[in-house]
T-cell receptor, first 112, second 115 residues
């Protein structure tokens, strides 16, 4: 089983719908991240959390919210999906400052 | 300002050629960390290497090598004798206190190795 698991792997949703992407990890890491990847733009940070009580906005948080339900779970919500939120979304974890990030398999989200 | 610049958007090489992927970073911190990741066509992100700012020693791992030069703020990645399996998008990333110890990624370099 993967150490960082994202569900769903693929999702098509309609404009205006609320959608939640889930991430769970078995690595025991405190730090968790949500990124989105768009062609030519690389990975951009949406939100990050350094522990259950610590949530921080990233570069592109508008239109998104997150919930850190437990050390192992970090969910990303799109309150009212719009087409330009069509992207590949990655969850990641890291053990400590300066250590490498481990990524989930990604969720391909299409908003029509 | 772009903290990590990968100026090469796409590179194509013929199998067995050597190829260098460039990464230039920007930070005011004296302590920072640099990373390379590989994203093959299957889409997952695979960690390749981590380097901290106090260790400028170059590293070699099989056909892969990395050249870290603080004087030019560069952390370049060379693949020797490239193979078709090296075809992927490669990302360079930076983590420092300026970014709240987040990971700041470059826009990636898409490498195609032609058989």
């Amino acid at each position: 089983d993967a150490d960082v698991t994202q569900t769903p792997r693929n999702r098509i949703t309609k404009t205006g719908k609320r959608i939640m992407l889930e991430c769970s990890q078995t690595k025991g890491h405190d730090r968790m991240y949500w990124y989105r990847q768009d062609p030519g733009l690389g990975l951009r940070l949406i939100y990050y959390s350094f522990d259950v009580k610590d949530i921080n906005k990233g570069e592109i948080s508008d239109g998104y919210s997150v919930s850190r339900q437990a050390q192992a779970k970090f969910s990303l919500s799109l309150e009212s999906a719009i087409p330009n939120q069509t992207a590949l979304y990655f969850c990641a974890t890291a053990w400590d400052r300066g250590t490498e990030a481990f990524f989930g398999q990604g969720t391909r989200l299409t908003v029509v | 300002a772009q903290k990590v610049t990968q100026a090469q958007t796409e590179i194509s090489v013929v199998e067995k050629e050597d190829v260098t992927l460039d990464c230039v970073y920007e930070t005011r911190d004296t302590t920072y960390y640099l990373f390379w990741y590989k994203q093959p066509p299957s889409g997952e992100l695979v960690f390749l290497i981590r380097r901290n700012s106090f260790d400028e020693q170059n590293e070699i791992s099989g056909r892969y090598s990395w050249n870290f030069q603080k004087s030019t703020s560069s952390f370049n990645f060379t693949i020797t004798a490239s193979q078709v399996v090296d075809s992927a998008v490669y990302f360079c990333a930076l983590s420092d206190r300026d970014t709240g110890n987040q990971f700041y990624f470059g826009t990636g370099t898409s490498l195609t190795v032609i058989p």
